[in-house]
C-alpha cells in the first residue's frame, strides 16, 4: 500500500515524462547529499569510525542497487550480454577517468594527470565529482526506464547513502585543510551537483534510443560497483574500522534489499 502510494505521489507531482522524473530524482539525491555535508556545521568533528561504517553502508546500498534497479531489470529488458558489456565499459571509463583526470584524494594523494595550475580544492572535487557521476546516471537511466516502481527505490537507496557521503566529503575537506567548517559543507555541496545533469543526461539518452537502455543500466551498475571495490572499500579498511565497516555493508545491502522487496 505504501510503495503504491509513494509512487502515484511522486507522479503527481512531477508527472509521467521520464526527463523531468530524471530532473527531480537527481534533486532529491542532491539534496541529501547536501543534508550530509552541511550536517558538518552542526556535528564538527564525526569520528571516524562511524564514518568508516557510514561509508560502508553506501558502499552496501550501491552494491545492492546495482544488481537489484540496474542489472537484474537490464538483462529481464534486452539479456545479458548487453548488460555484461555495459558493466565492463562503465568499469572501463571510470577506471580512465581515475586514472588521466587530475584529482586529489584523502589518502593517496594527487592522482591522474599533472596539475601544478589547479588548487587543491578543485583537486579535491574532481575526485568526489568522479566518486559521484554513477549515482546521478544510475537515477537517469532508473526513471529513463519507465519503470517509476523500481526507479524510485533506486533514487531512495541512493539518497540515503548519499547523507553519509556527504558528511564524510565535508570532514574530509576539514581534514585537508580546506578552510572553515562553513566553507567544507560548501565543498560538499559542490562536489555533489554533478549528480542533477548526469540524472537528466541518463533519464534522456535511454528515452530518445531504447535500444541502448540495457548497455545503459549495465554501464550505471559496472561504474558503480568500481567506485565501491576502488574508493570505498579501501577508504573504511584503513584504519583499522574494517569489522564496523563490513557491518555498515551489510545493513546497506539489507536496507536496499528491503525497499526493493518492497516496491517490487
Known amino acids: 500500500m505504501i510503495p503504491e502510494l509513494i509512487e502515484s505521489w511522486f507522479v503527481a507531482i512531477v508527472g509521467s515524462n521520464p526527463i523531468m522524473q530524471g530532473f527531480m530524482g537527481g534533486v532529491?539525491?542532491?539534496?541529501?547529499?547536501?543534508?550530509?555535508?552541511?550536517?558538518?556545521?552542526?556535528?564538527?568533528?564525526?569520528?571516524?569510525?562511524?564514518?568508516?561504517?557510514?561509508?560502508?553502508?553506501?558502499?552496501?546500498?550501491?552494491?545492492?542497487?546495482?544488481?537489484?534497479?540496474?542489472?537484474?531489470?537490464?538483462?529481464?529488458?534486452?539479456?545479458?550480454?548487453?548488460?555484461?558489456?555495459?558493466?565492463?565499459?562503465?568499469?572501463?571509463?571510470?577506471?580512465?577517468?581515475?586514472?588521466?583526470?587530475?584529482?586529489?584524494?584523502?589518502?593517496?594523494?594527487?592522482?591522474?594527470?599533472?596539475?601544478?595550475?589547479?588548487?587543491?580544492?578543485?583537486?579535491?572535487?574532481?575526485?568526489?565529482?568522479?566518486?559521484?557521476?554513477?549515482?546521478?546516471?544510475?537515477?537517469?537511466?532508473?526513471?529513463?526506464?519507465?519503470?517509476?516502481?523500481?526507479?524510485?527505490p533506486l533514487m531512495i537507496a541512493i539518497g540515503l547513502q548519499n547523507i553519509p557521503e556527504g558528511l564524510a566529503v565535508a570532514a574530509s575537506a576539514l581534514s585537508l585543510g580546506m578552510g572553515t567548517y562553513f566553507y567544507a559543507s560548501i565543498v560538499g555541496v559542490r562536489a555533489g551537483l554533478v549528480e542533477i545533469p548526469l540524472a537528466i543526461f541518463g533519464a534522456w539518452a535511454v528515452t530518445i534510443a531504447q535500444p541502448i537502455l540495457p548497455y545503459a543500466m549495465g554501464f550505471a551498475a559496472g561504474a558503480m560497483l568500481y567506485v565501491i571495490s576502488d574508493e570505498i572499500v579501501p577508504e573504511t579498511h584503513r584504519k583499522g574500522h574494517e569489522r564496523l565497516a563490513t557491518f555498515g555493508t551489510i545493513l546497506g545491502l539489507v536496507v536496499m534489499l528491503f525497499l526493493d522487496v518492497t516496491f517490487g
Open 28 to 152: 532529491v539525491i542532491t539534496l541529501l547529499n547536501s543534508l550530509g555535508a552541511l550536517a558538518v556545521l552542526v556535528w564538527r568533528k564525526p569520528s571516524e569510525r562511524f564514518l568508516d561504517a557510514a561509508l560502508g553502508f553506501a558502499a552496501g546500498a550501491m552494491l545492492a542497487a546495482s544488481f537489484t534497479s540496474l542489472i537484474l531489470p537490464g538483462i529481464e529488458y534486452g539479456g545479458v550480454l548487453p548488460v555484461l558489456t555495459g558493466v565492463l565499459l562503465g568499469a572501463l571509463v571510470l577506471d580512465y577517468a581515475d586514472h588521466h583526470l587530475p584529482h586529489l584524494h584523502v589518502v593517496q594523494g594527487e592522482e591522474g594527470g599533472k596539475s601544478a595550475r589547479i588548487k587543491a580544492v578543485w583537486l579535491f572535487i574532481i575526485a568526489i565529482t568522479i566518486h559521484n557521476m554513477p549515482e546521478g546516471l544510475a537515477v537517469g537511466v532508473g526513471f529513463g526506464s519507465g519503470d517509476v516502481r523500481n526507479a524510485i
